[in-house]
């Protein structure tokens, strides 16, 4: 089975400026997950979705990010502007449910960040 | 504030040699997962244990949740630097839809 897709890979950007990054989840996966992982530290869960709905996303900062699922297939994550902090790897993931006991996650391989 | 701390942030040790590494909590969760993360990858599920007291192993890996529930332990008999990796422990409650990350513990395995 084909894995989590993300692109772009890398981007670099200089602050104020707006980045988008795309995810294309396993097919049949309901759950999206978009994570930031700052280096050196565990990821941090930005925004879920189940299907092309909002679960959670208490830990965007809604004034700078963004995202949509539409169709409830792929995603896409925009920051405008983007800070000097939002340098990260952004992490996409997809699950077969949303309940969390004995989820499995898959990951792609992430979207790296750089804001200068 | 449900948090998950691991122990140590970072360890490097010669290949052949054993280790161990922490996962604790002050909160109970239903299950407790482990995943490695490789440079320039995403993490990779190894296992979820999901019952108190559980020991699973996985070729040289062997994976325990404490008895409460609220802990667990990685165990890597004879290393090998394929084992070098950032490893990430993550708690899931029933009640709710979220898992708790830990920071990891950065593993190096020298050869």
């Known amino acids: 089975e084909a ?23 396993i097919s049949g996966h309901a759950t999206l997950y978009w994570y930031q992982q700052i280096l050196g530290q565990g990821p941090k869960l930005l ?23 539409l169709k409830g297939v792929d995603s896409t994550l925009k920051i405008q502007p983007a800070k000097l902090e ?6 996409c993931a997809s699950s077969f449910t ?16 750089t804001v200068l | ?19 161990t590494v922490y996962c604790n909590s002050s909160s109970v969760f239903s299950s407790l997962q482990w ?24 070729k040289r890996l062997t994976f325990q949740f404490g008895d409460a529930r609220k802990d667990s332990s990685l165990h890597i008999t004879a290393a090998q ?18 898992l708790i990350w830990g920071a990891g513990t950065k593993l190096i395995i020298k050869p």
């Open chain 1, 3 to 25: 894995g989590v897709a993300q692109s772009p890979r890398y981007k670099i950007i200089e602050k104020r400026q707006s980045v988008a990054f795309w995810c294309n989840p």
């Open chain 1, 47 to 69: 925004i879920q979705f189940q299907n092309n709905g909002v679960v959670d996303d208490s830990q965007l900062p809604k004034d700078r990010f963004s995202a949509e699922r």
């Open chain 1, 86 to 91: 939002d340098s990260a790897v952004y992490l």
């Open chain 1, 98 to 113: 949303k309940f969390s006991g004995a989820n499995v996650l898959t990951f792609g391989a992430g979207s790296r960040l």
């Open chain 2, 1 to 19: 504030t449900q948090l998950l701390e691991q122990s140590p942030q970072f360890l490097s040790i010669q290949e052949g040699e054993n280790l």
């Open chain 2, 35 to 58: 995943y490695r993360q490789e440079p320039g990858e995403g993490p990779v599920l190894l296992v979820t244990v999901v019952t108190g007291g559980e020991v699973k192993k996985l």
């Open chain 2, 81 to 98: 630097t394929g084992d070098t990796g950032l490893y990430l422990c993550a708690g899931g409650m029933d009640s709710n839809y979220q």
